[in-house]
Every structure is written in structure tokens, then in C-alpha cells.
């Protein structure tokens, strides 16, 4: 048995709710959290390109954007937010 699993056994036992918690997040994110250990993988490139997004969106903010998308082949046309 692993030392991890010897430890939940142990908080089951407990009544401390801190402890609790923290064993539910371990079940819950338990496959991601030793994915991480076995192959170094995470989600690290994911959480960069949201961020990307966001900073992208804060830039422009208080910019309209007026006319049809470029799928319908009218390119977009901004304008300062001054309506």
C-alpha cells in the first residue's frame, strides 16, 4: 500500500474538517495529479493561452467592433467606444 493511500486511511478516521476537505480534493483531482507524476504533463499550456485571451480582451477594451464578421466577407471595423 502506498503512502498516500496509508494516509487517507488515516484521515478517514479523523474528525478534522480541514483534513476532510483536503482528501476530497485528492479524490476528485486524484488521475490529473498522477498524471502529473508519471509523465510531468499539466495543463500549464491551456492555462497560458487563456491568459493570452484575457490580456488580448482587456487590451480592448471600451472598442465596438461595427459590420459582419470576416466568415461573411466584410472584414471588421473598429471603432473608439465614444457612442
Known sequence: ???????FNQIELTDIDSFQI?????????QNIIN????????AAAESFHAKVKDFRRQFRGI???GHSVL???PFRFY????
Do not use: C, Q, V
Not at 502529473?36 to 495543463?43: H, I, M, V
Not at 473608439?80 to 457612442?83: A, E, G, K, L, V
Open 72 to 74: 461573411f466577407g466584410h
Open 64 to 66: 465596438k467592433m461595427i
Open 80 to 83: 473608439p467606444d465614444t457612442f
Open 22 to 30: 483536503l482528501r476530497r480534493t485528492f479524490e476528485n483531482h486524484y
Open 36 to 43: 502529473f507524476f508519471d509523465n510531468r504533463s499539466t495543463n
Open 1 to 7: 500500500m502506498t503512502h498516500l493511500a496509508k494516509w
